[in-house]
């Protein structure tokens, strides 16, 4: 792993810790790869049950680092861009089939990737001062890890359109009401909270976990076919003149102004 990204074993329980607490652990290619790589670990390594993710600092994290986005925006379109072998796509695969349960802590900020992620962990626990917020069409883009399928199917279509049209953030209790979060924590009992229930997790009948899991999750092939979809239209619109105004007005800070385009 990197230093970005730490990684822990114990009791079965493999932690991944997102840390970049000075940019709101804002993901770069490199650390998208590190998860990728924890994940795959745990999900080949007979001794580890259960994969936990959180974020250090106050933010689980601010989704894409956009310094990475703007550099991704200047490259020109080639026949690799929606294949497995960019990090985030291959994040994105590990986490949508890893066959062992993922449990996410989300403590503070979630943006973006950080909301849509969780669509694929099996246990999601919130702190309450946490928010979340998918702000892809803020940005000129469009959803990522299948969540324009997923999101709708959970939440129901309204309010996904107001969380992906509109950007809208929400509380962690609000996430719980319309079953983004399983339970709300005290911010400083979180960490014990889900450490708890990751081990409890952990040490259940192993292949149970596991059919029970995949019993749940039966529309692997939807997932994937929608991946691929979100993926070519995110590559496309990575290069518009949308997504150059909105990073543009973001380092600018400013309002984003789509009126020309």
């Known amino acids: 792993m990197t230093d970005l990204v730490l990684a822990e074993t114990v009791h079965g329980v493999h932690t991944l810790t ?3 607490p000075d940019k709101k652990n804002a993901l770069t290619a490199a650390m998208y ?15 580890i049950r259960v994969t936990r993710i959180r974020g250090t600092g106050g ?13 991704q925006g200047a490259k020109p379109i080639s026949a690799d861009d929606t294949k ?3 990090p985030v796509t291959r994040f994105l695969k590990t986490v949508s089939t890893t066959k ?42 469009v959803p990522e890890a299948a969540s324009s399928l997923l999101l709708p199917q959970l939440v129901g279509l309204q309010r996904a359109s107001e969380l992906f049209l509109l950007g809208r953030k929400i509380d962690a209790q ?14 400083e009992t979180l960490d014990a909270e889900v450490e708890a229930r990751a081990h409890e ?16 999750r039966k529309n692997h092939d939807e997932i994937a076919e929608r991946m691929v979809e979100e993926g070519r239209i995110f590559a496309t619109q990575l290069r ?21 385009l």
Not at 60 to 70: I, P, R, S, V
Not at 174 to 181: K, M, S, T, Y
Not at 206 to 212: E, Q, S
Request: glycine residues 6%.
């Open 84 to 86: 497995v072998k960019a």
């Open 18 to 20: 997102i840390n970049r």
């Open 201 to 216: 997790l952990a040490a259940k009948a192993p292949d149970a976990v596991r059919f029970t899991k995949a019993l749940m």
């Open 33 to 47: 790869a590190a998860l990728a790589d924890g994940i795959a670990y745990a999900e080949s390594n007979p001794a």
């Open 174 to 187: 609000e996430a719980r009401n319309i079953g983004l979060v399983a339970q709300v924590f005290p911010d």
């Open 240 to 260: 518009s003149a949308e997504v150059k105004e909105a990073i543009s007005a973001f380092f600018e800070k400013r309002p984003a102004d789509f009126s020309k």
């Open 100 to 141: 062992k349960p993922l449990v996410a802590q989300v403590n503070g900020l979630a943006v973006g990737v950080g909301v849509t992620m969780l669509l694929h962990c099996d246990l999601v626990y919130a702190g309450a001062s946490a928010t979340l917020q998918a702000p892809f069409v803020n940005l000129g883009l």
């Open 59 to 71: 933010s689980f994290t601010a989704g894409n680092d956009l310094a990475d986005f703007a550099a």
